[in-house]
């Protein structure tokens, strides 16, 4: 089980190329169990609304992927809060749902943001490196 920061979602948004649009297409083929809790999908919707301009894809074409998104994630609802953690109370959110779900890894290009992650056994990595050891590229 991984949760997925938004940074990943959106950077996979954007371009067709690189490790955060192969995680997506992998996500998209079911082939990755992960975690997502209504406050990460309202972020996801919240950072991708914002920057629409930056993103191909129309409001319809948008609101199908996370809908998508939603449809193939593990539901988790955190019933513990143990903040501050974390430097930001959003990746605090993101360490809860890696902790009640959990999971073994955060997906995040901030690396730097969820140092403390290991004391709950939780790595925060790269996703060209998460998809590198899972043998996808």
Known sequence: MI?????????????????SYCLLTELANGNLD??????????????????FNKIPYNSDELESILDS????????????LWRPYLKDPKDDMILELAVASNASAILTYNLRDFK???DFGIEAIEPLLYLKRKGTL
């Open 3 to 19: 949760v997925i920061d938004t940074n990943v979602v959106f950077t996979g948004l954007i371009s067709t190329k690189g490790a």
């Open 69 to 80: 998104v939603a449809t193939l994630a593990h539901r988790v609802s955190p019933m513990f």
């Open 34 to 51: 992960y975690a997502l809790s209504t406050s990460l999908l309202f972020e996801y919707e919240d950072v991708l609304t914002r920057n």
């Open 116 to 118: 403390g992650s290991e």
